[in-house]
């Protein structure tokens, strides 16, 4: 189990534990399994990159939250992202965070709050401003909150 899993398990167990009538799924795209179920997966999806976590619960004027969850800060001290580059079969080079930063702008398009979060500690801090924000009340459009 990578780092990263065990702070999304210990975020999902904290969230059963604390708010049990809370309906959330995670994304399990990123686990290792075997390649008829993830061919069996991909052709049952969209073709769109999902971030981690969603909770189906409308607070405010937002419809739901979306978490890219993270071990640790994937912020420089500039305010930037750090990248982490990947290579696609075609061998083009892309920056993971850069695209994960799109999704999360992309569903603040269509009416959701969405942020990065690192680590189990930074998961709840923003999912209990989440849940404390009042009709008319905005959050910050920025990488996290």
Known sequence: ??????????????????YPELRFNVDCSGMRIS?????????MR??????????????GDYAGLYLEIKKS???KKDGTLKPRFKTDKQGNKTDDHQEQWQEIQDCRRRGYAAYFAFGKEHCIETL????????????????CI
């Open 1 to 18: 189990m990578t780092p990263e899993e065990k702070e999304h398990i210990a975020f999902a167990e904290w969230i059963q534990w604390k």
């Open 35 to 43: 390649m008829g179920l993830r061919m069996k997966l991909k052709r």
């Open 46 to 59: 969209s073709h769109h990159k999902k971030l981690d976590f969603f909770l189906e619960e409308p607070r």
């Open 73 to 75: 800060s994937i912020i």
């Open 128 to 143: 209990e401003r989440y849940l404390s924000i009042k009709k008319g009340e905005k959050l910050s459009e920025g990488y």
